[in-house]
């Protein structure tokens, strides 16, 4: 069964700390793939990214990046000198690649930024 | 501009009196889904479509259906609704699978069900 957990539920940072949202996967597909999302207080979700299960660089975007490492099945999300506007709730998920279009989230990690 | 819409945005209901919710797209995706938010459950999928008269069962199924008669349209249906099924509902679109994959969210129907 595919399972995704967010152990860590709420962070709270001060403006221009560096913070690192954990994401713990099990699948036992050898193809699959990673996804991370944006939920500000405003509650629409926002699509950050997503990553292969067979490739596994590392992404910056911006203050944004992400590390896929595959041996500890975890897949990373690290936000740099942060900001208010980086407060949200943050949900990582995974999809197989087998001809479905089956997403598992994990229950989100509520991230408070303060000024 | 690119977007997915749903309606209403915000209903409350009685057990067992039958609900839609609609929802659309406009970028002409194939791939559309609805999940469901619950505190402390995060997002679960209630079902899925791969494209047009072809859908199947996420997470959480029970007490739903869904129908995918065009492209663009892929509507939530609560026969009869129960309060169990109280909860923030989001639709969500996707192009096909490619390096540029890009997901779309509606904005969110809140169903209170008493």
């Known amino acids: 069964a595919q399972k995704v957990t967010q152990a860590q539920t709420e962070i709270s940072v001060v403006e221009k700390e560096d913070v690192t949202l954990d994401c713990v996967y099990e699948t036992r597909d050898t193809t699959y793939y990673l996804f991370w999302y944006k939920q500000p207080p405003s509650g629409e979700l926002v699509f950050l990214i997503r990553?292969?299960?067979?490739?596994?660089q590392n992404e910056i975007s911006g203050r944004y990046s992400w590390n896929f490492q595959k041996s500890t099945s975890s897949f990373n999300f690290t936000i740099t000198a942060s900001q208010v506007v980086d407060s949200a709730v943050y949900f990582c998920?995974?999809?197989?690649?087998?001809?479905?279009?089956?997403?598992?989230f994990g229950t989100g990690t509520r991230l408070q930024v303060f000024p | 501009e690119a977007q997915v819409t749903q309606n209403p945005r915000y209903l409350i209901t009685v057990t067992g009196k039958k609900l839609t919710v609609t929802c659309s797209q406009n970028?002409?995706?194939?791939?559309m889904s609805w999940y469901r938010q619950d505190p402390g459950l995060g997002l679960r999928q209630i079902y899925y479509s791969m494209n047009v008269e072809v859908t199947d069962k996420g997470d959480v199924p029970e007490g739903y259906k869904v129908s995918r008669k065009e492209k663009r349209n892929f509507p939530l249906i609560l026969e009869s609704p129960s309060p169990n099924q109280t909860s923030l509902y989001f639709c969500?679109?996707?192009?096909?699978?490619?390096?540029?994959?890009?997901?779309?969210f509606g904005p969110g129907t809140r169903l209170l069900v008493l």
């Open positions: 998920a995974l999809r197989s690649d087998y001809n479905t279009d089956k997403l598992i």
């Open positions: 969500a679109s996707r192009s096909l699978q490619g390096p540029r994959e890009t997901q779309y």
């Open positions: 970028m002409n995706h194939e791939y």
């Open positions: 990553r292969n299960s067979f490739d596994e």
